[in-house]
């Protein structure tokens, strides 16, 4: 299950075998109790200093990795019956803190690459995409006490 980062969130690192001329980075071996079945996968890009944000999925159960660059998770819990209601944290993602980052439904949560140039993520979803079971908010909403600096 890995490092609780906040409730229903969990970071599990995962070491990269670097060899000469490059690295193998893994992903997921088959399915857990974190990936019960599998819906689909894509890459998602990330522009530098430039929020993608807010998103709260009903179902999807997202598993990330960021084989490129470096990007800075964002979450917010707006559970009341949550251990961590009304907290926000952030977590960042690289090279040189890779590993599995899953994200459970029902938390509040954006990105925005912190790398000079464009990052991605790799996310391995228990379901396939489907517009109605997410909510989104724009990034500079102010239900979400978070604001999005670059300085
Ligand atoms: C994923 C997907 C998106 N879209 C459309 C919906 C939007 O109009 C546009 C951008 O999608 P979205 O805003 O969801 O992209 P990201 O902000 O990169 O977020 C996605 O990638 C990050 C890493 C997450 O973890 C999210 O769960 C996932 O939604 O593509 C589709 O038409 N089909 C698809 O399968």
């Not at 598993?63 to 019956?81: H, M, Q, S």
């Not at 517009?131 to 908010?137: A, C, F, G, Q, W």
Request: net charge negative; charged share 20%.
């Amino acid at each position: 299950m890995g490092t609780e980062i906040i409730s229903g969130v969990y970071f599990t690192p995962l070491a990269p075998i670097v060899t000469t001329g490059g690295s193998v980075m893994h992903a997921i071996k088959g399915l857990d109790q974190d990936l019960q079945q599998f819906g689909e996968c894509y890459f998602s890009t990330a522009d530098s200093k430039s929020p993608k944000a807010w998103k709260k999925h009903s179902q999807m159960v997202c598993n990330l990795f960021v084989p490129y660059g470096a990007v800075k998770f964002v979450f917010f819990d707006d559970r009341e019956n949550s251990e961590t209601y009304g907290k926000v944290v952030d977590f960042t993602l690289s090279r040189q803190n890779y590993g599995r980052l899953v994200i459970n439904p029902g938390i509040w949560f954006g990105f925005s690459a912190i790398s000079e140039s464009e990052s991605v993520i790799l996310n391995i979803a228990n379901i396939k995409h489907e517009p109605s079971e997410s909510i989104r908010l724009d990034p500079y909403d102010l239900t979400i006490p978070y604001k999005w600096n670059f300085d």
